[in-house]
Every structure is written in structure tokens, then in C-alpha cells.
């Protein structure tokens, strides 16, 4: 077995109604003065609601920020961030909701204690002052952000999404709680299992890959894979709590190992186009798995051996009624084949793309939207 190291510092909560833990475990853990971040959908959901109660149950006062954006910004993070010192002091912060809620909370993480901007952490371990202890509730089935020490957070002006990581901004304890995703809607519900499907087929075989990464992401795939279709239906509590463990292990993959070019690819449609993530991820990941399939071996069959992983993809993508073609999205009166080369630039540019096993110059990047198109 190769050389590896796999550091596994994170509390982790799972079952119905566990939010009602929330006050409990944040006065546990010190916390009484706390920044909640969270979006207006959460809040409409009732949901910010009982982890208002829970914490209120342990007089625990919250300080709400409940306007994060879908790919929230740095404005987005001022916003919070003002939230927090208008309160001071501060002790603890809370992300509550999908991806963007918890990117969010970790980068206001990331200002509150160490100061700056958020350019001034694009990368890794760029924060040298300690972090406040932080919770991550997701409400989705595939962000996978609770389980993740980077915030993706992108420039206001440019749409540029900055990977700022460091393991002091990752959660230290995770709520996992499936009654949070009943009021999921069922094209949501797709858009972000799909997603998660994506984070551990491209974990598993990326350069930094690694016997535990591809042990989280093996089960991943299996939970998701089996409980996808189930999860989209009515009923469907089950199935939605194993598809939340399923994303949340495929996000342990990618903090053990990164993500491949489907994400860079999928970054320059998101941040140019508003092509929501999971569906710009869908889009280009069976043209990735084709792309790479001369270089990993028995890899994707280790991971589906029941058939052809791309045949079953795409089958996913027909249960959620997900496009196979970007000019089938309704961007496709703002992009064209013009904007390929531009698209192939940017993707080219973007972090997760160094670790595809297989490399990719600007004329393969070109190739796939080419594709995908």
C-alpha cells in the first residue's frame, strides 16, 4: 500500500432531529455568543427556526445572517462578517444549509479572526491566528462543504471562485440530521446529489487518491448510487438520510484526496453563466470519465462494476431530469462555440484541475465543452 496520511478530527452527529442537539453541543463546546449563517430559503423552511430554538433552549444568544447567495461572494462574507463584529464578541459561528451557508460561514471564519480579505487566503494555510470553534449543518444531499476544511468563495467583481483552505476552518463537529432535507425540492434534491455523485467518482481516481479517500468514496458511490433515485420521491426520509451520509462521505474523499477536471470545467460555467453548480458538474462529467478512462486502469469498474459508470450516470441524470447538453440549459441564448476558448482558459486555470489523472492543456479543456455543448 502506498505512503499516506489521513488526518480524521471531526465530530460527527447522524439521525433524525439531531438538530435539536444544536444548543447542547455548542455550549459543549463554548459557544454562547453565536453568528449563524445561513440563506432565505433555510428560513423559510422553518428550519433556521428550530436551530434558533435549540440554541435558545441553552440561552444561547444567535446573531443571524440569512442572505447568502447561491456561489456566495466576498460581499457575502462582509455581509456576515458585519454581523458578527455589530454583536461582538463573537465566540462561535454556525453554518446552517447547502454548500453556500457553510462556505460562507467558514470564510467569515476566516476575517473575524485573522482580519484582511478573503484574496489574502486563496490557497492553503494562509490564516495564522487560531479560528473559532464552528458547527456545519447541511439541509442538501451532496455539498459534502461540512466535511471540508476550503471555502469556495468568489471575488464580487470578477465571479472568480477562490479555494481558501485550512484545517483550522474546517468544522469540528458535523449534524447530520435527514428530517432537515424533507422540504428539499425534488430538482434541488437532483442538482445536489448529482453533485455528490461527482465528488466521489472524481476523488477516487485523482492524483492525490489514497486507500482512505477511495474507501470513503467506495461507499459513497454505493449509498448514493442505491438511494438516488428513492431520494427524489415522496417518502422519501430514508433514503435522503443515507443519500446525506453518502454526500457527507464523499466530501471526507475530497479533504483525503481533491476533485478533478469535471469541477474545473464546471467553475467558469457557474461563475460567468449562473449555471447552478451540480447541474455544470453533470453536464461535463461523463465527457471527464471518457476523457480519463485510457489512464486509470480498472479504477471507474472498481468503483461500478455492475456495468459502464458513465451508462449509469447518465441514468441518474434521466431520474432527476438533468440536461445532457449545455445548450439544452437556458443559458444558451448568452453562450456559444465562441465562448469555448475563453471557458477552456478558465477551467484551465482552476485549482482541482492539476490533480485529474489525466492532463489536460487548453485544447483538451476546448475538446470537452466542445462536447458538452
Same mark, same amino acid.
Given at each position: ?82 454581523? *458578527? ?6 465566540? $462561535?459561528?454556525?453554518? !446552517? =444549509?447547502?454548500? %453556500? #451557508?457553510?462556505?460562507?460561514? +467558514? ?112 461507499? *459513497? ?6 438511494? $438516488?433515485?428513492?431520494? !427524489? =420521491?415522496?417518502? %422519501? #426520509?430514508?433514503?435522503?438520510? +443515507? ?124 475538446? !470537452? ?5
Amino acid at each position: 500500500m502506498d505512503t499516506f496520511d489521513c488526518e480524521l478530527k471531526q465530530q460527527v452527529i447522524f439521525g433524525d432531529n439531531t438538530i435539536e442537539r444544536l444548543g447542547e453541543l455548542t455550549r459543549s463546546l463554548g459557544g454562547s455568543r453565536v453568528l449563524l449563517v445561513t440563506d432565505p430559503g433555510i428560513e423559510k423552511a422553518g428550519i433556521l427556526a428550530r436551530a434558533v430554538s435549540a440554541l435558545q433552549s441553552e440561552r444561547i444568544a444567535a446573531y443571524i445572517y440569512a442572505d447568502v447567495t447561491s456561489n456566495p461572494t466576498t460581499e457575502d462574507v462582509e455581509a456576515a462578517v458585519e454581523v *458578527a463584529k455589530t454583536n461582538a464578541p463573537i465566540d $462561535f459561528i454556525i453554518g !446552517l =444549509g447547502g454548500g %453556500s #451557508s457553510m462556505d460562507c460561514a +467558514k470564510g467569515a471564519n476566516f476575517l473575524l479572526t485573522n482580519g484582511g480579505k478573503m484574496e489574502d487566503y486563496w490557497g492553503t494555510n494562509k490564516a495564522t491566528e487560531p479560528m473559532l470553534p464552528a458547527i456545519g449543518v447541511p439541509t442538501t444531499i451532496g455539498t459534502g462543504s461540512e466535511a471540508q476544511s476550503f471555502a469556495l468563495i468568489s471575488q464580487a467583481d470578477t465571479h472568480i471562485k477562490m479555494a481558501c483552505g485550512d484545517k483550522k476552518a474546517r468544522f469540528g463537529t458535523v449534524i447530520l440530521d435527514g428530517t432537515l432535507t424533507k422540504t428539499l425540492p425534488r430538482p434541488i434534491a437532483a442538482i445536489t446529489a448529482i453533485d455528490a455523485v461527482a465528488h466521489a467518482v472524481e476523488s477516487y481516481v485523482s492524483t492525490r487518491h489514497n486507500p482512505m479517500s477511495q474507501m470513503f468514496a467506495r461507499h *459513497a458511490w454505493e449509498l448514493l448510487d442505491a438511494h $438516488f433515485e428513492a431520494s !427524489l =420521491g415522496p417518502n %422519501s #426520509s430514508t433514503a435522503r438520510s +443515507k443519500m446525506l451520509f453518502g454526500a457527507y462521505l464523499a466530501g471526507l474523499a475530497i479533504e483525503n484526496s481533491m476533485l478533478g477536471a469535471a469541477h474545473a470545467c464546471a467553475n467558469p460555467l457557474t461563475a460567468r453563466y449562473d449555471v447552478i453548480h451540480g447541474v455544470a458538474v453533470a453536464l461535463i462529467l461523463p465527457h471527464v470519465i471518457r476523457f480519463n478512462s485510457t489512464v486509470v486502469g480498472d479504477a471507474y469498474h472498481e468503483l461500478y462494476p455492475d456495468g459502464d459508470i458513465v451508462d449509469r450516470i447518465t441514468a441518474l441524470k434521466q431520474m432527476g431530469n438533468l440536461p445532457n447538453r449545455l445548450r439544452d440549459y437556458p443559458v444558451q441564448y448568452t453562450i456559444g462555440t465562441a465562448d469555448i476558448p475563453t471557458l477552456a482558459k478558465e477551467a484551465a486555470a482552476q485549482w482541482t484541475a492539476q490533480f485529474n489523472p489525466r492532463p489536460l492543456d487548453i485544447r483538451d479543456f476546448m475538446g !470537452l465543452y466542445e462536447q458538452v455543448y
